[in-house]
């Protein structure tokens, strides 16, 4: 099973509204790095939290990260049509290296 | 910026054959990666590598083979290739110098086997 996974599967909502998108993962973790996937594309990286934050910003981007209850959210605020994409979450347990371990993903769409 | 370049975006190939998917990044970057993404999946790793000549299988490196022998790129071989294996093909790379050390992808290969 993925030691990452997305909730919702699948998500629509109106462009300007909020976006929640949660990860929940099963063994404890170094890090863990939301990454957007455009159709037909590669993924680009958005924001990574480390295991002693709560929470981070970056522009309209906001994650937060419950390491008791292993699980995390991406809040992406007053949504664009250019938000559509993929989102997944990754963790790194993995002390000094870089392996990602990656989940299933949500496929955000914003409706103009 | 980074660029993770991949041979092909499409490729047809049939049942047995030897195919061989590159990639190249402009980064120096010690650390690539060969993933495949499925749908339901995700994206599940292949094959990694620290450095030049090293590589260590990731979650499902059955079926495949990888070469590093410069820095800059890192092949994935299906050495007799089959049906179960069409699938898209994600290659990234990244550092340990960089902040956050994020992974740097590259557009995919989307590998169809007849």
């Known amino acids: 099973s993925q030691q990452g996974e997305e909730d919702p599967q699948a998500l629509s909502i109106q462009e300007g509204e909020n976006a929640t998108m949660n990860c929940s993962y099963k063994t404890s973790i170094n890090n863990l790095q939301w990454y957007r996937q455009n159709s037909g594309r590669g993924l680009v990286h958005l924001i990574l939290i480390r295991s002693n934050e709560r929470e981070k910003h970056s522009g309209r981007l906001r994650v937060t990260l419950d390491t008791s209850k292993k699980s995390s959210s991406l809040l992406i605020t007053a949504s664009r049509a250019a938000d559509t994409a993929s989102y997944f979450c990754a963790t790194d347990a993995n002390f000094g290296n870089e392996k990602l371990t990656f989940g299933t993903g949500t496929r955000l769409t914003i409706i103009p | ?114």
Not at chain 2, 24 to 43: C, S
Not at chain 2, 58 to 78: A, C, H, Q, T
Request: net charge neutral.
């Open chain 2, 1 to 114: 910026d980074v660029k993770v370049t991949q041979s092909s975006r499409y490729l047809v190939k049939r049942t047995g054959e030897k195919v061989f998917l590159e990639c190249v990044q402009d980064m120096d970057h010690e650390n690539m990666f060969w993933y495949r993404q499925d749908p339901g999946l995700g994206l599940r790793l292949i094959y990694f590598s620290y450095d030049v000549k090293m590589k260590e299988k990731g979650d499902i490196p059955e079926g495949y083979s990888v070469s590093r022998e410069k820095k800059e790129r890192f092949s994935l071989i299906l050495e007799s290739a089959s049906t179960n294996q069409t699938s898209m093909y994600l290659c990234a790379s990244s550092s340990p110098r960089e902040d956050n050390q994020p992974q740097h992808f590259g557009d995919g290969t989307r590998l169809s086997i007849l």
